[in-house]
């Protein structure tokens, strides 16, 4: 696993382009919009009657959009309707930090960063990470079975506390074949940390280009999104010391194999 690419706090990125996140979620759905429909900025600018320049500013989240240049832009783009009140919405609140979403209220940012995102790196002190639980497992903690996508599977990693590899709830059957999908099937993508770890709460870094790491925390139903380095660089320090000593893959692999036996 290498290291995450968490900017420490303080340091200042000069490849920053939106200053908020959700200044970047809008920015990057419309360029995003812009290349489905095949527009080169040049052809979108004569399209909106806009420069080049302010087009890319817009497109690179360096400019927010107003309400009426992001009308022009989804009827010029062809954006869904039932997407187009979230863009307005995000464009009058770009000067925000921070963001709670609770359960049902029909926004889902955190599916778009994570659709945005180069690197995912979680921790979990208690249990299993949610994609790489077996449905036995799921049951057995009276979790929901989500569905692990490919996609985002391929750009996570994970640090495993020793206190995840047991549970109450979890029979020995059950977390023999847990940890047996953990090697057979995510063996690339774990590493075990030593006992002695603090059990800090669980949280994930999601890496973005162009924008400091965001940390995604989940506590019964609610979703917290930090963005601020303020927020975030406790979180991202506490990671690269998971880095630093956690066991290396070969190491991970013996020592979850030993536990099969």
């Known amino acids: 696993m290498s290291a995450p690419t968490t900017t420490p706090p303080g340091t200042d990125d000069s490849g920053v382009r939106a200053k908020t996140l959700r200044g970047l979620l809008l920015a990057r759905e419309l360029d995003s919009a812009r290349l489905a429909r095949g527009f080169t900025t040049r052809e979108l600018a004569s399209a909106m009657s806009m420069s080049p320049a302010m087009v890319n500013r817009v497109m690179t989240g360096r400019r927010v959009p107003t309400a009426l240049e992001i009308g022009g832009l989804c009827a010029v783009l062809d954006v869904p309707a039932a997407r187009r009140p979230l863009l307005y919405r995000r464009a009058a609140a770009t000067d925000l930090t921070g963001w709670v979403v609770h359960a049902g209220t029909g926004d889902d940012p955190i599916g778009d960063v994570e659709a945005v995102a180069d690197g995912i790196t979680g921790f979990d002190p208690a249990l299993i990470p949610r994609p790489l639980r077996t449905p036995a497992y799921e049951r057995a903690i009276g979790a929901d079975r989500g569905r692990a996508d490919p996609a985002l599977l391929r ?73 601020e380095p303020a927020a975030t660089g406790a979180h991202t320090a506490f990671l690269r010391h998971l880095t630093d000593v956690a066991l290396s893959g070969s190491h991970t692999g013996a020592a979850l194999r030993n536990l099969i036996r």
């Not at 993508?189 to 940390?215: Q, T």
């Open 155 to 227: 750009i996570s990693r994970f640090f495993l506390h020793p206190s995840a590899l047991s549970h109450p709830a979890v029979s020995a059957e059950t977390m023999r074949d847990q940890l047996l999908h953990l090697v057979e099937n995510h063996a690339h993508r774990v590493r075990l940390l030593p006992i002695g770890v603090a059990r800090e709460p669980g949280f994930r870094v999601l890496e973005v280009g162009h924008f400091p790491p965001v940390v995604h925390i989940e506590h019964h139903g609610t979703d917290v999104l930090l963005e």
